[in-house]
């Protein structure tokens, strides 16, 4: 059983398979980004990648949290709050689609805000 997960990890860490790992690293699905990272001997920019998902993530729970905050407020609250919250998604959503594109059309896309926290997140690891 070991060795068929190392012959599957040593697949998938094949040069052929990296942007494979980059789509699914950026995936909308919260925490798949994680699983990547924690490979080893995986590329430069696959690790950027699964820092940016950690990243939009990261954005994303904090405008849930946002939003359930302001659903607290008594009548107009839990508009708001459905707002923000539906702007979280719509922002998460199209936040993974572009950088998702990006990889597909191989364009090097530079967001100044999300590239900041992960240049802070790249000096943290090292």
């Not at 995936?27 to 990648?49: A, D, R, T, V, Y």
């Not at 990261?58 to 459905?82: A, D, E, T």
Request: proline share 2%; with cysteine.
């Amino acid at each position: 059983m070991l060795q068929k997960i190392n012959d599957l990890t040593h697949q998938i860490k094949s040069t052929d398979s990296e942007r494979l790992l980059n789509y699914i690293a950026l995936l909308p699905l919260f925490f798949n980004w994680l699983i990547i990272f924690s490979m080893k001997g995986i590329s430069e920019n696959c690790k950027k990648s699964c820092l940016r998902s950690g990243v939009f993530s990261s954005i994303f729970f904090i405008l849930l949290l946002i939003s359930f905050l302001f659903s607290l407020v008594p009548i107009v609250g839990p508009y708001i709050g459905s707002a923000i919250h539906t702007a979280a998604v719509l922002l998460y959503l199209g936040l993974s689609g572009f950088f998702i594109y990006a990889v597909k059309k191989e364009k090097n896309v530079k967001i100044h805000y999300i590239d900041k926290f992960v240049y802070k997140l790249e000096e943290i690891l090292q």
